[in-house]
């Protein structure tokens, strides 16, 4: 069974330019999740989707960050513009039980972000 | 704030030793979950408690949960030097605080061969 996969693993760009993730959760996943984990840190979640629905975007910092799921299987992480902090690994995970946290996740290998 | 505090932060010991990690949380939970991280990799789910077990195996893994403390532990047996890694317990709050998984710091093991 193949992973989650993200693309690229590594990015470096300049504060204020802009910047997108992509990932591609496991195969009849139906959530999906964002994360965003700082140097030192725990992952902190950005955004939940169900299918191509939002569940939770509370933690999203909405005036720079976007994030959509097209037709409930890809999806895409966008910042613009870039910050100094926003410089962290960002990790897709998709689970299979709609919904719930409470089940397994499964997590991608991660977009590491350098903001210079 | 983040829900779970790990303890200790690092962690050093040899291989063939035992490994304890722990981990508090500050409200009330429907499970809680460890993950492993090892360095430039995603994050793998290694084992889940619920809020009504008191104590889980998985191989070499035992994990306890005792939520009148609000603490679980973690403990590796007979630690490999591929046992090298972060580990992060993360729990899902009950409501009303969200049905999210909230992770903690983490704790840093290093196993020496």
């Known amino acids: 069974e193949a992973g989650v996969a993200q693309s690229p693993r590594y990015k470096i760009i300049e504060k204020r330019q802009s910047v997108a993730f992509w990932c591609n959760p496991i195969?009849?996943?139906?959530?999906l999740y964002w994360y965003q984990q700082i140097l030192g840190q725990g992952p902190k979640l950005l955004i939940q989707?169900?299918?191509?629905?939002?569940?939770?975007d509370s933690q999203l910092p909405k005036d720079r960050f976007s994030a959509e799921r097209l037709k409930g299987v890809d999806s895409t992480l966008k910042i613009q513009p870039a910050k100094l902090e926003d410089s962290a690994v960002y990790l897709c995970?998709?689970?299979?039980?709609?919904?719930?946290?409470?089940?397994?996740?499964?997590f991608g290998p991660g977009t590491r972000l350098t903001v210079t | 704030s983040q829900q779970g505090e790990e303890d200790p932060q690092a962690l050093s010991i040899q291989e063939g030793e035992n490994a304890t990690m722990n981990c508090s949380y500050k409200?009330?939970?429907?499970?809680l979950q460890w993950y492993r991280q090892n360095s430039g990799r995603g994050l793998v789910h290694l084992i889940l408690?619920?809020?009504?077990?008191r104590e889980k195996h998985s191989g070499r893994l035992r994990v306890t949960l005792d939520t009148s403390k609000k603490s679980s532990s973690l403990l590796i047996t007979a630690s490999r030097a591929a046992d090298t890694a972060s580990y992060f317990c993360?729990?899902?709050?009950?409501?009303?605080?969200?049905?999210?998984?909230?992770f903690g710091a983490g704790t840093i093991l290093r196993v020496k061969s």
């Open positions: 995970a998709s689970s299979l039980k709609p919904g719930s946290p409470s089940y397994e996740q499964y």
């Open positions: 195969s009849g996943h139906a959530t």
């Open positions: 989707f169900q299918n191509n629905g939002v569940v939770d």
């Open positions: 409200t009330s939970i429907n499970n």
């Open positions: 408690i619920r809020s009504n077990e």
């Open positions: 993360a729990t899902v709050p009950k409501a009303p605080y969200g049905n999210k998984l909230v």
